[in-house]
């Protein structure tokens, strides 16, 4: 039966997000942000010839303005706008014991309440970093990087039961698809049909952890489809 709260592989406190297979800890690092310098204003030749020209009260751009990157290498703490650019981001290859996490949080104070959204990722996964984010944070991850949402792909048919998530339409295509359920190691299928890459509990159109046999319907209006530690997944 699909419902809409993640049961054995996600486990949520507050708006923390834990994958249980991974046994990832969250750390919360604080990130000052940056000053501005100052403008000024010229009046005209003689008025700056007999006294200083004044001070605007608009803010200067930061430092690091329009040097933000497309693509995110290693595990830090950025700030949105200046250390990177907002947008849908991919990250490839992460195995169980990366412990890969991502975070989106709304200031740098570190706290509970900062965190938008968060989650550990296993296999291939994608996050949608807001234009309104503030801080993105990510651990042990292969690295990420700035993709077109709207870029076409060569979806396949069957896919890998331990796949992570996959945009459909590019990673995999709409249609029925049957697994045989939880892998060998009996650790739990789990699947999951969202709108986006937010990250966001309300973005789940549907999910299940099967018992047994499972059977799902990716509709082409989906956004993404997770499968974890699932037998692989067959178009029927």
Not at 107 to 131: M, Q, R, T
Not at 206 to 233: K, L, M, S
Request: hydrophobic share 35%; charged share 25%.
């Amino acid at each position: 039966m699909s419902h809409t709260t993640r049961t054995s592989w996600i486990a949520r406190a507050g708006r923390t997000k834990v994958l249980a297979g991974c046994g990832a800890a969250v750390a919360l690092v604080t990130l000052t942000a940056c000053g501005g310098g100052d403008t000024t204003s010229d009046k005209g030749a003689d008025a700056a010839a007999s006294k200083p020209a004044a001070k605007s009260s608009a803010p200067a751009a930061a430092p690091d303005a329009g040097k933000a990157k497309s693509a995110i290498k290693g595990s830090g703490t950025f700030q949105v706008g200046s250390d990177v650019k907002p947008g849908l981001y991919r990250s490839a290859g992460n195995k169980a014991d990366d412990n890969c996490y991502w975070e989106r949080a709304k200031d740098s104070k570190g706290e509970p309440e900062s965190i938008l959204d968060n989650a550990n990722v296993v296999g291939l996964s994608y996050v949608a970093i807001g234009a309104t984010d503030k801080i993105f944070k990510t651990e042990g991850c292969k690295g990420w990087e700035l993709v077109d949402p709207k870029a076409k792909g060569t979806p396949k048919a069957d896919v890998s039961g331990k796949g992570g998530m996959l945009k459909v339409g590019v990673d995999i295509a709409p249609g029925t698809y049957k697994s045989a359920g939880s892998t060998e190691d009996g650790s739990g299928c789990y699947w999951e049909r969202t709108k986006d890459a937010t990250g966001s509990l309300d973005t789940i159109i549907a999910n299940e952890n099967p018992e047994g046999q499972a059977v799902v319907t990716i509709a082409a209006g989906d956004g993404f489809f997770t499968t974890v530690d699932c037998q692989d997944w067959k178009k029927s």
